[in-house]
């Protein structure tokens, strides 16, 4: 069971098109946060939740808006999507007590064209 | 942030053991130390984190330095599906829980292994 899953997995899109990725867990954990990743730049934080309709900035948030209005969905969006914004997105979560774990979906490949 | 180095990469042969060294210098007293390893295609996994004393659990074992500038991450017998991309990240726990997600992930050291 993955207790964390990521929708879509794949997507192609259009430069200036809204994109939506959901982030679904079914853990109650309540941390949950956004990642991109690109060759040559590893993981990078794009926005991070703390619990229900509460959010914060990450490294690279420019572009990019989130929102949770219950603890099971983070959804990223991009407004108007870009080129640069070609990535593979990861979602993750973490429960708060100290595991020292945080736990991965697998991953949405979007491709802006 | 404190930050670390790894090799680039590393090479090993099946059932042999892999030592995965990583140095963090500028490490502080209440960084803990965190391995995450990414097989191809998939996200990030978590390995092992310790503190300052040597940790083992089902996966690896955690072996860090005693002026804790340093660690090493031990694969005790490779097998074929330990080839993956391995990070060692530093994770200050003075942030509290959101400081789990709030990693730097650098490049990490890309292990092969061989049958």
């Known amino acids: 069971d993955a207790g964390i899953t990521q929708s879509p997995r794949h997507k192609v899109t259009e430069t200036g098109t809204p994109v939506t990725l959901r982030c679904h867990q079914t853990?109650?954990?309540?941390?949950m946060y956004w990642y991109r990743q690109d060759p040559g730049h590893g993981l990078r934080l794009i926005h991070y939740?703390?619990?229900?309709?509460?959010?914060d900035k990450g490294e690279v948030s420019d572009g990019y808006s989130v929102s949770r209005s219950k603890t099971e969905d983070f959804l990223l969006t991009l407004e108007s999507a870009t080129s640069s914004q070609t990535s593979v997105y990861f979602c993750?979560?973490?429960?708060?007590?100290?595991?020292?774990?945080?736990?991965f979906g697998e991953g949405s490949r979007l491709t802006v064209l | 942030d404190a930050k670390t180095t790894q090799p680039n990469s590393m090479e090993s042969n099946e059932e042999e053991p892999v030592h995965l060294p990583c140095n963090h210098s500028?490490?502080?007293?209440?960084?803990?130390i965190h391995w995450y390893r990414q097989l191809p295609s998939q996200g990030p996994e978590y390995v092992i984190h310790?503190?300052?004393s040597n940790v083992n659990n089902r996966m690896a074992s955690l072996a860090i330095a005693e002026d804790r500038k340093s660690s090493t991450l031990i694969l005790h017998r490779a097998t074929l599906r330990d080839a993956a991309v391995y990070y060692c990240?530093?994770?200050?726990?003075?942030?509290?829980?959101?400081?789990?997600?709030?990693?730097?992930f650098g490049q990490g050291t890309i292990l092969t292994v061989h049958p």
């Open positions: 990240i530093l994770r200050d726990s003075n942030a509290g829980g959101t400081s789990y997600g709030k990693l730097t």
């Open positions: 853990e109650n954990h309540r941390y």
């Open positions: 310790g503190l300052t």
């Open positions: 500028t490490i502080s007293g209440t960084d803990y």
């Open positions: 939740s703390y619990g229900v309709k509460d959010t």
């Open positions: 993750a979560m973490a429960g708060g007590k100290n595991t020292g774990e945080l736990f």
